[in-house]
T-cell receptor
Framework: SAVISQKPSRDICQRGTSLTIQCQVD?????MFWYRQQPGQSLTLIAT?????????ESGFVIDKFPISRPNLTFSTLTVSNMSPEDSSIYLC????????????FGSGTRLTVV | RKEVEQDPGPFNVPEGATVAFNCTYS??????FFWYRQDCRKEPKLLMS???SGNEDGRFTAQLNRASQYISLLIRDSKLSDSATYLC?????????FGTGTSLTVIP
C-alpha cells in the first residue's frame, strides 16, 4: 500500500489565522481525500482532491474555508482558513488502495488546536 | 438513518476473551466493507476487508449478513494490544462512510 507523509503532525494556531497541511504520497494516485475527525467523532469527508481540476467538496464544506491544491499526482495541500476554535480537529489525508484490498490508507494526521 | 451505525461501547474484556462488534449499514447496494483499527491519537489503519460472506485472519473474523445489512468483527483470544477503537467502513459511489467506532479495552 501507499506510504503517505503528512505534516505538520500538530499545531496550535490563533483564531483568524490559516494553516496549510501537506500530504505527500510515495506513488502516483488519481484521487486524494481529506477527512476531518472531531474529538470523539468518526471521520467526515471534507473533499476529494483531483489532479488538474478543482476539488469536489462535500456538503457543509466550502472552498473558501478549505482551499485545496493538487499540483501533481503525488501531492496535495489542505488549508484551513480564518480558523476558529470549532476547527480544532484532526485532519487526515488518504488515498485509495488498489486490487482486492482497496481500502483507504491514511496519513498520520494533523492535530489542530485553535485558541 | 445513518449510512453506518456502530455500538460505541466501550467494551472492556479480560485477556483471552472473545469479543464481537456489530455494524449496520443502510445502503443495500454496498458490495464491500472494511474494518479499520484506530489507536489513540493515531490514524486509522485497515484491519480487514469483507467482500463475500466473511473473512478470517488469525484471531480476527469478519462476517457479512447482507439480508440483515450488518457486518461483524469477532476477536478471539483477546490480547492487551487489541485495545483500540474499531471503525466499520462502508464504501458508496463517491466516498467511504465511517462508523463512529467501537472502543475496546482488553484488561490484564
Amino acid at each position: 500500500s501507499a506510504v503517505i507523509s503528512q505534516k505538520p503532525s500538530r499545531d496550535i494556531c490563533q483564531r483568524g489565522t490559516s494553516l496549510t497541511i501537506q500530504c505527500q504520497v510515495d506513488s502516483q494516485v488519481t484521487m486524494m481525500f481529506w477527512y476531518r475527525q472531531q474529538p470523539g467523532q468518526s471521520l467526515t469527508l471534507i473533499a476529494t482532491a483531483n489532479q488538474g481540476s478543482e476539488a469536489t467538496y462535500e456538503s457543509g464544506f466550502v472552498i473558501d474555508k478549505f482551499p485545496i491544491s493538487r499540483p501533481n499526482l503525488t501531492f496535495s495541500t489542505l488549508t484551513v482558513s480564518n480558523m476558529s476554535p470549532e476547527d480544532s480537529s484532526i485532519y487526515l489525508c488518504s488515498v485509495s488502495g488498489t486490487g482486492e484490498n482497496y481500502g483507504y490508507t491514511f496519513g498520520s494526521g494533523t492535530r489542530l488546536t485553535v485558541v | 438513518r445513518k449510512e453506518v451505525e456502530q455500538d460505541p461501547g466501550p467494551f472492556n474484556v479480560p485477556e483471552g476473551a472473545t469479543v464481537a462488534f456489530n455494524c449496520t449499514y443502510s445502503n443495500s447496494a454496498s458490495q464491500s466493507f472494511f474494518w479499520y483499527r484506530q489507536d489513540c491519537r493515531k490514524e486509522p489503519k485497515l484491519l480487514m476487508s469483507v467482500y463475500s460472506s466473511g473473512n478470517e485472519d488469525g484471531r480476527f473474523t469478519a462476517q457479512l449478513n447482507r439480508a440483515s445489512q450488518y457486518i461483524s468483527l469477532l476477536i478471539r483470544d483477546s490480547k492487551l494490544s487489541d485495545s483500540a477503537t474499531y471503525l466499520c467502513v462502508v464504501p458508496s459511489i463517491n466516498q467511504f462512510y465511517f462508523g463512529t467506532g467501537t472502543s475496546l479495552t482488553v484488561i490484564p
